[in-house]
């Protein structure tokens, strides 16, 4: 069935270091593609997302493109700060018919010390 | 705009009592999904509305779970009796419709955190 395969962690950098949490995914057919973060007391909040092969989802330095000929979409940011410390979390969105499911992967904890 | 609220969000029980849990999603959106969130893993979907019908249950365990939206608007997640194993953040999250234009973009509340004795 559909899965979401996500690089564990925790994670720990320096600030400005340059971060990727890796995520694959199995599906089949078309998914849409997210990234999720919940910071610290927060709820889930979309990050970003990207729904066709080739598109490159972004928002708040936070890059993934949609890689279908490697069924992946890791997340990648050029220059961490303390603030995005939070867990990260990719997901997959499929449609059945009327009915679409929003499957999500483990979960990535990143800690960025300054 | 306002989120989407739950409550509780904080809930310790024995095992064998019972727990409630309410959330009032964003207004307009007709679909509704409660998410179950153990610790160190993500989150997994117990049940889906849309409008006050159950579009899928296939998660729930509905042996001691249950979970209504009679006008199609806030919801109630229930267990009983609870379990030590159903420990976790019980996530409520809600969007526009699913049957069309939905890409799969969630708003979810905070959760509420249930701790099972």
């Known amino acids: 069935g559909d899965s979401v395969t996500q690089m564990e962690g925790p994670v720990t950098l320096s600030e400005e270091a340059f971060l990727t949490i890796n995520c694959t995914y199995t599906?089949?057919?078309?998914?849409?593609l997210f990234w999720y973060v919940q910071y610290p007391g927060e709820g889930l909040q979309l990050l970003l997302k990207a729904t066709k092969a080739d598109d490159k989802g972004s928002n708040k330095g936070f890059e993934a493109t949609y890689r279908k000929e490697t069924t992946s979409f890791h997340l990648e940011k050029g220059s961490v700060q303390v603030s995005d410390s939070a867990v990260y979390f990719c997901a997959l969105y499929f449609r059945g018919g009327t009915l679409g499911r929003l499957y999500f992967g483990r979960g990535t904890q990143l800690t960025v010390w300054p | 705009e306002a989120g989407v609220a739950q409550s509780p969000r904080y809930k310790i029980i024995e095992k064998r009592q019972s727990v409630a849990f309410w959330c009032n999603p964003i207004?307009?959106?007709?679909?509704l999904y409660w998410y179950q969130q153990i610790l160190g893993q993500g989150p997994k979907l117990l049940i889906q509305?849309?409008?006050?019908?159950?579009?899928?249950d296939s998660q729930l365990p509905k042996d001691r779970f249950s979970a209504e939206r009679l006008k199609g608007v806030d919801s109630t997640l229930k267990i009983q009796p609870a379990k030590l194993e159903d420990s976790a953040v019980y996530l409520c999250?809600?969007?526009?419709?699913?049957?069309?234009?939905?890409?799969?973009?969630?708003?979810f509340g905070e959760g509420s955190r249930l701790t099972v004795l």
């Open positions: 599906a089949t057919g078309y998914p849409s």
């Open positions: 509305f849309q409008n006050n019908g159950v579009v899928d």
């Open positions: 207004s307009g959106h007709a679909t």
């Open positions: 999250a809600s969007s526009l419709d699913g049957r069309r234009g939905n890409t799969g973009e969630l708003f």
